[in-house]
């Protein structure tokens, strides 16, 4: 009986490398500090709504978008361990800027909107 494209391969296999421990584990804590950073950036704006501030209301979207744009490179770093530099450390400022530009690039120079491994 021929596969459909949707069933899943029962004989344990999984689909790709998984991520190393110690990766998933730093990958897990700079999504918690990027997740307290947009609670407190939301906290702040609604405070400024509160006392009037003209344009605070605009700072909602901003956070939201500003949060997405940081929490694709730790998606993309989980997804595909293998294609990035061995002892990447998303919580180092600097590994994660040179994380945030080359997934960012690699999205820029794609034709489809993907990231593949090979384009980190």
Do not use: Q
Request: charged share 15%; glycine share 10%.
């Amino acid at each position: 009986m021929p596969r459909g494209v949707l069933d899943v391969s029962r004989d344990g296999a999984g689909g790709g490398p998984r991520c190393p421990p110690a990766l998933a584990r730093n990958v897990a804590l700079a999504f918690l500090a990027l997740t307290v950073a947009f609670v407190v950036g939301c906290v702040l704006a609604h405070e400024l709504i509160i006392y009037g501030h003209p344009g605070a209301f605009a700072l909602f979207p901003t956070v939201g978008a500003l949060y997405l744009l940081a929490s694709v490179p730790l998606a993309v770093v989980y997804t595909n361990p293998s294609d990035v530099r061995a002892g990447l450390n998303p919580l180092v400022p600097s590994d994660y800027a040179w994380l945030f530009r080359r997934t960012y690039s690699a999205f820029a120079s794609s034709t489809d909107g993907k990231v593949r491994g090979k384009d980190l």
